[in-house]
């Protein structure tokens, strides 16, 4: 959660966003991080297709795929999505 | 402006809802039919199928989703309305809370119905009462006159640019809606002029743009979404902030629309009825004040010093116009036609001896729950109550505090 400090009167009303949600960082939210084989991947980017939050982008000029840890929940359905098991999540604080 | 010409037509109250809401240049109406109300919905759609008015007629499948589709549709900029009763208020609950914090200037007409078990069509105030927190403004209407004069202004009030709050209008089940009375209705042109068409306040957008309040593709913006700790108690605070502001508004409206029609209701907030040298007075919301003021008319004739404070807002609640209205009155009764059980009598009850708290003078405050589940309410149990009151001013005592009246016992 981003720490905010404007008071009542300052902020639209009925919730409108005043921000873009690329704003707010929910990827401190995670307690298990995606950790990638990198030999086992095969560079499928099914990850990419099933990232809920669209936090994992496939980086042509790389030719591999790339995780954004700023809005990576940790959900892990990248993990249980890997048709080769490249993926593997491990709690946050130990990674 | 001069008093307009008007004309007058028998219609229940209901039907006078119903051709307020014609006349209110309404572009969607959701809504889906539960008894005392149904003459509301089922008139309009006549409107529509004949063609009297271009407002789009959503036939949803419950009452959650017929306010839905109304708060969705105010929150694009269009002018909404729904009525309801009893169980399909309740069915509402969650979604009165979502169209208030979304801002959505909903006007619905709530025609009053107790709530089962054990089931029951006919009027007391336990559907609204309990809704009282969610913030929307609510009126009570004395007569269907009133049922419709208070629909027009309640498109004002609630479309209010500094408000923006949705509006509902209580009328007593069949006591109001189910009963012909005589209505003055003012021209068409008249009623649309005087609603006008909504203005938008500008809200800073996620792009960093001043833009009109409201959902559209061209200029987008996000409206009610998740709100956590860091900011949802702000929110809320505006939400109250509104409430302050609204007495304002109402009473401005009131003036306005009295000026085309002739027709007030004491500030539109309180209606005091001979209360300025009052030494006992009885405080209630609804149809049921037109009853006391027969039996203030009898009593004061035989030289007996009895007022009525009608509240015709309850939300917000009037608390320095009560207090006023009320500082030189000895005893007050006040009717209740609801319960909050277990909570030492009714929602009115509570919110009049509350405010009083506050006051320099303290009269005695009682409370009579009356008229459950349409119980009729006769003027004589209007007397018994004054006499009541006459006894405590001679005992200085209150033997109970909260009373039953017309129940058998």
Excluded at chain 2, 268 to 291: K, Q
Aim: aromatic share 8%; net charge negative; charged share 25%.
């Amino acid at each position: 959660m981003t720490t905010q400090e404007k008071v009542w009167k300052e902020i639209p009303m009925a919730g409108v966003c005043w921000k873009p949600s690329t704003q707010y960082l929910t990827g401190d939210w995670k307690t298990y991080k995606p950790i990638r084989d990198l030999e086992k991947c095969t560079r499928c980017v099914l990850c990419v297709l099933f990232c809920p939050d669209g936090a994992i982008h496939w980086k042509p000029e790389k030719e591999d795929i790339e995780f954004d840890f700023n809005f990576c929940k940790g959900c892990g359905i990248c993990a249980n999505e890997c048709p080769v098991d490249a993926i593997e999540m491990k709690l946050a604080e130990e990674t | 402006m001069a008093v307009a010409k008007q004309k007058m037509l028998a219609l229940n109250g209901d039907e006078a809802v119903a051709y307020a809401v014609k006349q209110s240049d309404v572009d969607v109406v959701a809504a889906y039919p539960i008894t005392p109300q149904t003459i509301i919905v089922e008139r309009f759609s006549e409107y529509v199928a004949d063609g009297e008015v271009d407002t789009e007629f959503v036939c949803v499948e419950s009452e959650h989703s017929a306010l839905t589709a109304c708060l969705t549709a105010a929150a694009t900029g269009a002018r909404a309305f729904t009525a309801t009763a009893s169980a399909g208020l309740a069915l509402m609950h969650e979604i009165l809370y979502v169209t208030s914090g979304c801002r959505a200037p909903v006007v619905m007409a709530i025609v009053n119905r107790a709530l089962s078990a054990p089931l029951n069509i006919h009027c007391d105030h336990s559907d609204s009462m309990v809704e009282r927190d969610c913030s929307w403004i609510q009126i009570y209407v004395e007569n269907s006159q009133e049922a419709y004069d208070s629909i027009i202004q309640a498109f004002k009030i609630a479309e209010n640019q500094e408000l923006l709050l949705p509006v509902m209008v209580g009328l007593d089940g069949f006591t109001l809606s189910h009963t012909l009375e005589n209505v003055q209705t003012l021209p068409d042109d008249l009623v649309k002029k005087f609603v006008g068409t909504r203005k938008f306040p500008l809200v800073t957008s996620h792009e960093g743009k001043n833009v009109p309040f409201k959902l559209d593709p061209k200029k987008p913006m996000t409206i009610g979404p998740i709100d956590l700790y860091d900011y949802y108690f702000e929110h809320k605070r505006q939400q109250e902030e509104a409430m302050q502001i609204a007495p304002k508004i109402i009473q401005q409206v009131h003036k306005e629309y009295a000026k085309i029609s002739g027709r007030r209701y004491g500030n539109g907030l309180i209606e005091p009825y001979h209360l300025e040298d009052a030494e006992m007075a009885i405080v209630c919301v609804g149809s049921t004040s037109g009853t006391v003021k027969t039996v203030v008319n009898e009593l004061r004739s035989k030289g007996t010093k009895v007022g009525l404070l009608r509240l015709r807002t309850f939300r917000p609640l009037p608390v320095k116009e009560i207090t006023k209205a009320l500082e030189n009155v000895k005893a007050v009764a006040v009717m209740d036609r609801s319960l909050s059980f277990g909570g030492h009598g009714g929602a009115v009850f509570h919110e009049i001896r509350h405010v009083l708290y506050d006051a320099s003078k303290h009269p005695y405050v009682v409370n009579y729950i009356y008229g459950l589940g349409g119980r009729d309410t006769s003027p004589n149990l209007i007397q018994k109550i004054y006499r009541d009151l006459q006894r405590i001013l001679e005992t200085q005592q209150i033997e109970k505090p909260v009373q039953f009246i017309g129940l058998r016992e």
